[in-house]
C-alpha cells in the first residue's frame, strides 16, 4: 500500500483491511518527549517514503490533495518546536497477529 499522508491512512483503511488500528504511544525521559503513531495499513512504499515531508508531495490526484500537511507539520515541529518528525516503516506483533504499517515518530526537547 502507499501512503503519504494522514489522509491517506484513511483512504488506505477504505479498502479491504481487516484490523484497521491505529497506535499512540508516548515516551518521556529526561531530555525528550517521544510521540509515536503507528497504523496497521502496511507502510508506505519504500520508493517515495523519503518524500514524504516534501512540500506538494501527495500520491492522490491533484484535486483530492495539496501535499502541504505532512510538509507543514514538519516545518511546525521543527522551526516551530525545535522538534524532529520522521517516518519508517515497521512490523511488529499486536495480539499474536503480526501487522506491517508506518510509524511516524515526533521528538521533543525537554527544556
Known sequence: STLSSSSAASDVYKRQIKD?????DIFVD???L???????AGGIDEDIIYRVF??????KHKSESTGLGLYLSYIIVKNKMDGLISVKNVDFK????EYKGAQFSIVFPIK
Open 20 to 24: 484497521k488500528l491505529v497506535f499512540l
Open 30 to 32: 529526561e531530555e525528550v
Open 34 to 40: 517521544t510521540i509515536q503513531i503507528k497504523d496497521t
Open 54 to 59: 516534501e512540500p506538494y508531495f501527495t500520491t
Open 94 to 97: 499486536y495480539l499474536e497477529k
